[in-house]
C-alpha cells in the first residue's frame, strides 16, 4: 500500500490529500486496505480519497457493534472536519454508510453501495468453523468472488488468521449479528441523496435481488449489475467498477 497509515486521536486512517472532493471509503468485516487498492489508486490524485480502519478488533467488547462502528465513523468525520463527504462502503461498510447518511443527511454529497448488507446477508454463519481449518476458509473466502482465484494468499490468511483468534473471531459474530438486526428496510426511504448501487450478478451473499431491492427503496439511485463478479466489485471487477464511480463522482461533484 503507497499510503502510510496515520494515528491521530485513536483514529487510524490514511488520507490520499487531493484536491478534489472527500470520499470516505468504509470497508466490511474481512479486509480493509487491501479492499480499496483499485479505488484508492484511481482516484486519489482527484479526489481527497480517505479510509478509516474500523476498530472492530480495538473497542471495548461492551462496544462492539454497528451502533459502536456508526459513532466511531461521526466521530472521525467530526474530528477531521470534513463539510461534506461521498460515502462508498462495501459489504458491512455499506450497511454503515447508509446508517451514517441517516444520521447527518447534511454531511452527504452521495452515496455508493456495492455488496451491502442492510436488507438481506448470507455469511459464515452465527459461529466460525473448527480452528485451523484452512482449507475450509480457503474455500469459503473464494465464494467471495465469482472468480475463486481473486481470493489471494494473502487475503485467505488474513482471513484465516482471524478465525484462529478467538477474540477476534467473538468480535466478528457480535458486529454479524447487529448488523443482521439493524435491518433497514423501512428506513431507506428517508435517504435523498444520489446513490450508485453497483451489484455483482454472481454475489451469493448480498444476491442481486438484495441490490433491486435497494434500488425500488432508495428514491435518488441508479443500479448496476456486473455479470461474472461476485460480492466485492471493486476487486474483481477494478476497471468496470471504476468507470461506473468516476461517472457517478463527475455528475455529484461540487469541484
Avoid at 30 to 45: E, V, Y
Avoid at 98 to 124: C, K, Q, R, W
Wanted: hydrophobic share 40%.
Amino acid at each position: 500500500m503507497e499510503y502510510q497509515i496515520k494515528e491521530e486521536s485513536n483514529f487510524k486512517y490514511i488520507e490520499s490529500n487531493g484536491p478534489g472532493d472527500n470520499i470516505l471509503l468504509l470497508h466490511g468485516l474481512f479486509g480493509a486496505l487491501s479492499n480499496f487498492h483499485g479505488i484508492i489508486k484511481h482516484f486519489s490524485s482527484n479526489y481527497n480519497v480517505v479510509v478509516p480502519i474500523l476498530p472492530i478488533f480495538e473497542m471495548p467488547i461492551r462496544e462492539v457493534s454497528l451502533e459502536g462502528l456508526l459513532n466511531h465513523v461521526n466521530a472521525f468525520v467530526q474530528f477531521k472536519e470534513y463539510k461534506q463527504v461521498h460515502v462508498m462502503g462495501n459489504s458491512l461498510g455499506g450497511h454503515l454508510a447508509l446508517l451514517y447518511a441517516l444520521l447527518d443527511p447534511s454531511m452527504i454529497s452521495s452515496v455508493a453501495l456495492t455488496g451491502s448488507s442492510g436488507l438481506f446477508e448470507s455469511g459464515m454463519g452465527s459461529t466460525f468453523p473448527k480452528r485451523g481449518d484452512y482449507d475450509y476458509i480457503k474455500k469459503k473466502t473464494g465464494e467471495t468472488f465469482y472468480d475463486p482465484n481473486v481470493a489471494t494468499k494473502e487475503l485467505v490468511d488474513e482471513v484465516f488468521d482471524i478465525v484462529n483468534d478467538r477474540n477476534k473471531a467473538i468480535r466478528i459474530i457480535y458486529t454479524a449479528r447487529s448488523a443482521i438486526k439493524h435491518n433497514l428496510g423501512d428506513k431507506l426511504h428517508q435517504i435523498k441523496a444520489p446513490t450508485l448501487l453497483i451489484w455483482g450478478k454472481q454475489d451469493i451473499i448480498t444476491p442481486p435481488f438484495v441490490g433491486e431491492k435497494f434500488h425500488e427503496l432508495i428514491e435518488h439511485s441508479s443500479l448496476h449489475l456486473m455479470d461474472k463478479c461476485g460480492h466485492a466489485p471493486m476487486m474483481e471487477r477494478p476497471e468496470e467498477f471504476n468507470k461506473l464511480f468516476e461517472d457517478f463522482l463527475t455528475e455529484n461533484s461540487a469541484s
